[in-house]
């Protein structure tokens, strides 16, 4: 009896907000040992990348902090809809169960860590959203309003991957060494993609590798860029935000080499030729030891199209143009990396 009236007040407290999500998976399943920081892959996500909490927001806008809090405490037992990252977080919890398969010992896992700005009273909401969905996320941060100290957190984790909707919370991350993009909220959050294997698609150019190249195709034109792709075609590229992610993606790929189906799959994506622009790319790649899945050289073309058909967990980009590219072609999880020269020139270079 407690527990069916438990839940005709859940159902009339989430009809007031208009928010009553199914649960995908049960609150009560085997949780995963949670790994040591110093052995994982620290992923750190903000409350609105992983769950679609923009009616809350829209109330903080409207009622300011203490209406704010108000709503959080009267909703906490309804959980959040899924956010953008919501799909990536879940297929890096079933990666993590196919290592533990095939070793029970295996230390180097995924570890998520929410980071928010939220307050501990509204906390409630988040742990009970992270439970209705029976997500393994033991470390959360709430700092009451505080992006300075999600920063210093970030770097205390060694945070090897942040995803958040806050875009200047994303450049002081970059900024610090961390990698990290901003995940966009104004798009329907509703993908249902497939978890089972996690994919992940790249940019090159000031994404997975520096803004070098991309500097002379913004400020010299064309030209001059393939003249000079031409003549350090065996030199490889300087390092981008996103190497080190792709980089721990590519050791966690070697553990399966010997494995029919490998759960994780890498993506190049990049406006570069083939022939005009393609060998340094790929010599890059080689001189890191980063084997990717499949390179695509668009030269130029909407990358929209192509990853309708990926249907990625996560697209990095550092133009904008990509990006909208994408949530153009409902890849929704299309996120924004603010880094090198694109920041500052968004017309031109190799998207030409």
């Known amino acids: 009896m407690l527990k069916r009236r438990s839940s005709k007040v859940q159902k009339k407290r989430c009809q007031d907000v208009n928010e009553c999500p199914e649960s995908t998976n049960s609150a009560s399943a085997k949780r995963m040992r949670i790994p040591k920081p110093e052995d994982a892959i620290m992923v750190g996500v903000s409350a609105g990348a992983l769950f679609d909490t923009r009616s809350s927001v829209k109330i903080y806008e409207e009622k300011g902090t203490a209406g704010y809090i108000q709503h959080m405490i009267k909703c906490e037992k309804c959980p959040f809809g899924k956010g953008n990252a919501f799909s990536f977080v879940v297929a890096l919890g079933n990666v993590n169960k196919k290592l533990l398969e095939m070793d029970p010992d295996e230390k180097c896992l995924f570890d998520v860590v929410l980071l928010t700005n939220n307050s501990a009273q509204a906390g409630v909401r988040l742990i009970n959203s992270i439970n209705h969905y029976g997500l393994n996320i033991e470390r959360a941060c709430f700092t009451g309003g505080s992006s300075k100290s999600i920063g210093k957190y970030l770097e205390a984790y060694k945070t090897d991957l942040y995803l958040s909707t806050n875009e200047e919370e994303v450049k002081k991350a970059i900024e610090s060494g961390i990698g990290a993009a901003t995940i966009y909220t104004g798009v329907e959050c509703d993908q249902n993609l497939d ?158």
Not at 229 to 246: N, V
Not at 276 to 293: H, K
């Open 195 to 352: 978890t089972n294997q996690l994919r992940i698609a790249f940019d090159g150019d000031a994404t997975l590798f520096n803004d070098e190249a991309e500097i002379i195709a913004k400020k010299q034109g064309l030209d001059k860029f393939f003249e000079n792709e031409t003549l350090k075609a065996e030199i490889p590229l300087g390092t981008g935000p996103m190497k080190r992610f792709a980089m721990l993606l590519g050791s966690i790929k070697k553990k399966f080499k010997c494995k029919e189906d490998c759960p994780i799959r890498v993506y190049l994506i990049t406006a570069r030729g083939a022939a005009t622009s393609g060998e340094r790319a790929l010599i890059t790649l080689r001189s890191w030891g980063l084997e990717v899945d499949e390179a695509l050289f668009l030269s130029g073309a909407s990358k929209g199209p192509l990853l309708e058909e990926i249907k990625p967990h996560l697209f990095f980009d550092d133009s904008q143009k990509n990006i909208d590219s994408g949530l153009e072609y409902g890849v929704n999880t299309s996120a924004h990396v603010p880094y090198g020269i694109s920041q500052d020139m968004s017309e031109g270079g190799t998207a030409q």
